[in-house]
């Protein structure tokens, strides 16, 4: 009851209209503090300070996790940290893994870092598996300070005038009780892979911010549509805008539909889309459905810079999500994802403004033009959409 009374006060703080995206009232946590980064390196940054001011665990879960000059970086602080004494886990994907040098990984282990390789590809290796990945990126310290977002531990997400490849991601930082939530959700895929469980933090008294924040997770096989769920009911919700960027952009029909719907009610509706790929069959398969989209009022913008790999979108000036999840079939039958379903007002204007600075840089795709692409192009993309429950 006390949960539900600080929530009503924390919403009647938002302006009219926000009531539209409060129907799952009990799942937000208020009390959150939240600090948006657009960049690898200001993300990077922020968490190699939490990690230096942990005092009990570090818990970081990824699916790349890469022995570069990023990886290194990190490897370097949480080494110290569990030289220290602070409890070190990690868990990272087999096959975001894929290209890490075993040294790096003996050199983790030896300082007391327990490490997790995630569904291991090979048969003959306890819990091996093929299709389920573990593709979320949360970092959590002290059950207090949690970070999560699109970025791996890599430097493909630095800025290439650091010599990264400069991909284009957002990552935020959560101070609060969604951050406990995020610490509970390492622990649970540990558990569940280990069968060794360690104890949780208290729950936070202390609320620092004034965010309501929904830590929507496909954990379990029989939740898998909760994040999908929690987007078809802001996109039906919506009234004035609708932004998404998302960098593998392969909706269900429902999603197109919910998008198509929101154009018709007469809601601004602009997706942001790769130009250029590091997937090249999904980014067909993608475009397969780009037709359908524009003929349907949707307006398309193709980034022009480096690789887009964001997962992000905003809902009438008040519903934001940041996250792990792509809008395709792998990220809702298979991967483990986690997003945040945020209402806040003053995150929303930072996520407008970088919105309204991308779309800028990006080229529109209109519906005359696509109609005129070459042939070639429409038979990869018929030919890889025949694929889409693959990918």
């Known amino acids: 009851m006390q949960w539900q009374l600080l929530l009503r006060r924390y919403i009647r703080r938002l302006p009219p209209g926000s009531g539209n995206f409060t129907q799952d009232l009990d799942k937000f946590l208020p009390g959150n503090q939240l600090t948006l980064f657009n960049t690898g390196g200001e993300a990077f940054r922020a968490m190699w300070a939490a990690i230096e001011s942990a005092r009990h665990t570090i818990n970081l879960e990824t699916y790349i996790l890469n022995s570069d000059a990023t ?79 699109g970025m791996n531990i890599s430097h493909d997400h630095v800025s290439r005038h650091e010599g990264g490849g400069g991909w284009s991601d957002t990552h935020i930082q959560v101070e609060g009780p969604a951050a406990y939530e995020l610490d509970r959700l390492f622990r649970t895929v540990w558990f569940k892979e280990t069968q060794r469980w360690f104890p949780l933090a208290e729950f936070p008294e202390h609320l620092p911010g004034n965010s309501l924040v929904w ?42 539909k919910a998008l198509i719907d929101a154009a018709k009610r007469g809601v601004s509706v602009r997706v942001l889309v790769q130009g250029s790929t590091d997937a090249r069959s999904v980014w067909y398969a993608g475009r397969r ?103």
């Not at 830590?215 to 919506?238: C, D, G, M």
Request: net charge positive; hydrophobic share 40%.
């Open 71 to 149: 990886g290194e970086a990190f490897a370097r602080r949480l080494i110290e940290k569990a030289k220290q004494g602070v409890s070190v886990r990690i868990i990272f994907d087999s096959i975001g893994g894929r290209d890490l040098d075993p040294m790096f990984l003996t050199r983790l282990r030896n300082a007391g870092v327990r490490l997790l390789e995630y569904h291991p590809v090979a048969p003959w290796r306890p819990r091996w598996e093929w299709s389920r990945r573990d593709h979320r990126k949360i970092l959590v310290v002290d059950s207090s300070v949690a970070f999560t977002g």
């Open 215 to 256: 830590v929507a997770a496909n954990q379990e096989f029989i939740h898998r549509h909760r994040i999908r769920r929690a987007y078809l009911n802001a996109l039906r919700a919506a009234r004035r805008e609708v932004c998404i960027a998302n960098a593998y952009f392969l909706p269900d029909y429902g999603t197109r």
């Open 289 to 391: 459905t780009f037709g359908h989209l524009l003929r349907g009022g949707v307006r398309l913008f193709e980034w022009q810079g480096s690789i887009l790999h964001d997962k992000r979108a905003l809902v009438d000036g008040v519903w934001c999500a940041v996250g792990s999840y792509n809008m395709d079939h792998r990220s809702l039958r298979h991967n483990l994802e986690v997003n945040l379903k945020i209402l806040d007002c003053e995150l929303a204007a930072q996520m407008r403004a970088r919105f309204e600075d991308d779309f800028a840089k990006s080229r529109e795709l209109t519906w005359p033009q696509w109609r005129r692409r070459p042939w070639l192009d429409k038979q990869y993309e018929r030919f890889w959409y025949l694929f889409r429950y693959f990918f």
